[in-house]
């Protein structure tokens, strides 16, 4: 049984309300297969001990799970775990794929890591992660196809010194990066910042995702944040839309 009580002892420190903690907290057990789907939680009672909270603050957070669709309540029988998730949420992000098919469908994407290197972050980088001195960080380039079709590349960079223990080989890098942050470090991406181009696309791009010049590739560039509010992570995503689109989901 998931331990909770050290998780939902820090919401003091990250500002959250404590249903909030609680949701999230929830949320991972489900989504990293400590609770699957069908499974009956325990009661209000049992799971206010387990989080070391009140009772209210349990119906709260399973309400707004229930009315989310990630849990179902029954009669007779409890809270019990759906398995249905929407697809873009922030707090599955870990799962989140930004190009869909054509027809709307959700990809699922494998990753090949091109490069690994650990430097000094650029200006540009220091400005986006909020550093005030030259920092070390760890950068990676990664390639993303769909049904063996090359669809993304991008450039990933993180602050080295949050990652003690970060693979040093480009071929230990998980492919579900933030579920290895959050497992790993205990850094949950609770916010995204994305600026969106189409550009040109250069000889890279080209090589990279079969393309003919000239042609035109669609850029994300992002800036993730972590529980705090600190931002962890930049990225730059270069994409083509031949046979996908970028699907953007508020909720």
């Given at each position: 049984?998931?331990?909770?009580?050290a998780?939902?002892?820090?919401?003091?420190e990250?500002?959250?309300?404590?249903?909030?903690?609680?949701?999230?907290?929830?949320?991972?057990?489900?989504?990293m297969?400590?609770?699957?789907?069908?499974?009956?939680?325990?009661?209000?009672?049992?799971?206010?001990?387990?989080?070391?909270?009140?009772?209210?603050?349990?119906?709260?957070?399973?309400?707004?799970?229930?009315n989310?669709?990630?849990?179902?309540?029954?009669?007779?029988?409890?809270?019990?775990?759906?398995?249905?998730?929407?697809?873009?949420?922030?707090?599955?992000?870990?799962?989140?794929?930004?190009?869909?098919?054509?027809?709307?469908?959700?990809?699922n994407?494998?990753?090949?890591?091109?490069?690994?290197?650990?430097?000094?972050?650029?200006?540009?980088?220091?400005?986006?992660?909020?550093?005030e001195?030259?920092?070390?960080v760890?950068?990676?380039?990664?390639?993303?196809?769909?049904?063996?079709?090359?669809?993304?590349?991008?450039?990933?960079?993180?602050?080295?010194?949050?990652?003690?223990?970060f693979?040093?080989?480009?071929?230990?890098?998980?492919?579900?990066?933030?579920?290895?942050?959050?497992?790993?470090?205990?850094?949950?991406?609770?916010?995204?910042?994305?600026?969106?181009?189409?550009?040109?696309?250069?000889?890279?791009?080209?090589?990279?995702?079969?393309?003919?010049?000239?042609?035109?590739?669609?850029?994300?560039?992002?800036?993730?944040?972590?529980?705090?509010?600190?931002?962890v992570?930049?990225?730059?995503?270069?994409?083509?839309?031949?046979?996908?689109?970028?699907?953007?989901?508020?909720?």
């Amino acid at each position: 049984m998931p331990n909770f009580l050290a998780d939902t002892s820090r919401a003091a420190e990250f500002s959250l309300p404590l249903y909030e903690v609680v949701k999230r907290q929830i949320t991972e057990a489900i989504m990293m297969g400590k609770w699957p789907a069908g499974t009956v939680l325990p009661s209000e009672i049992a799971l206010s001990q387990m989080f070391g909270v009140a009772v209210g603050t349990i119906r709260r957070a399973l309400a707004d799970l229930t009315n989310e669709g990630l849990l179902s309540r029954r009669r007779k029988t409890g809270t019990v775990v759906t398995g249905r998730t929407p697809q873009h949420s922030l707090r599955f992000f870990f799962q989140y794929f930004r190009l869909h098919g054509l027809d709307g469908s959700l990809q699922n994407s494998t990753s090949e890591i091109l490069s690994l290197e650990k430097r000094q972050a650029s200006r540009d980088e220091s400005a986006s992660l909020q550093l005030e001195s030259p920092t070390e960080v760890i950068s990676f380039h990664r390639l993303r196809s769909v049904g063996g079709i090359p669809v993304m590349h991008e450039i990933i960079t993180l602050r080295a010194h949050l990652l003690p223990g970060f693979p040093e080989k480009k071929e230990d890098i998980p492919a579900l990066l933030y579920l290895f942050l959050l497992d790993r470090y205990g850094i949950r991406i609770s916010a995204v910042r994305e600026q969106i181009a189409a550009t040109l696309a250069t000889e890279d791009d080209a090589r990279l995702l079969k393309l003919t010049l000239p042609d035109a590739v669609l850029t994300i560039d992002e800036v993730s944040y972590d529980q705090s509010a600190a931002p962890v992570l930049v990225a730059r995503h270069r994409a083509t839309t031949r046979s996908h689109r970028y699907v953007h989901e508020v909720q």
